[in-house]
Nanobody
Framework: QVQLVESGGGLVQAGGSLRLSCAAS????????MGWFRQAPGKEREIVAA????????YYVDFVKGRFTISRDNAKNTVYLQMNSLKPEDTAIYSC?????????????????WGQGTQVTVSS
């Protein structure tokens, strides 16, 4: 069973930055594509970014392009989400997910394991 633990969330002012981390254990991390998702109050969970097993392919939803960067370190079993130029509308619970497949998927159902999430709050 794969376990995912997120960290790095918090309160930041608009225009600031945060770096989220997701540490994986219990599986073959380097063979999984990984994704970051978020869920704001009253809204459905949505994908933010995804990365293939090697890091060679990435995906970003339009509203974070140019501001967020997803990366991974397979030696550390960790995936990251660097978030810059944060906006109040980025406020949400951010969760990482692992997919038992090497290639990216942009849908929730494509992921097999989920972390508990970390709160990101951006003040105006």
């Amino acid at each position: 069973q794969v376990q995912l633990v997120e960290s790095g969330g918090g309160l930041v002012q608009a225009g600031g930055s945060l770096r989220l981390s997701c540490a994986a254990s219990g599986g073959t991390f380097s063979s999984y594509a990984m994704g970051w998702f978020r869920q704001a109050p009253g809204k459905e969970r949505e994908i933010v970014a995804a990365i293939s097993w090697s890091g060679g392919s990435t995906y970003y939803v339009d509203f974070v392009k140019g501001r967020f960067t997803i990366s991974r370190d397979n030696a550390k079993n960790t995936v990251y989400l660097q978030m810059n130029s944060l906006k109040p509308e980025d406020t949400a619970i951010y969760s990482c997910a692992a997919r038992r497949n090497a290639v990216i998927d942009t849908t929730l159902r494509g992921y097999n394991y989920w972390g508990q999430g970390t709160q990101v709050t951006v003040s105006s």
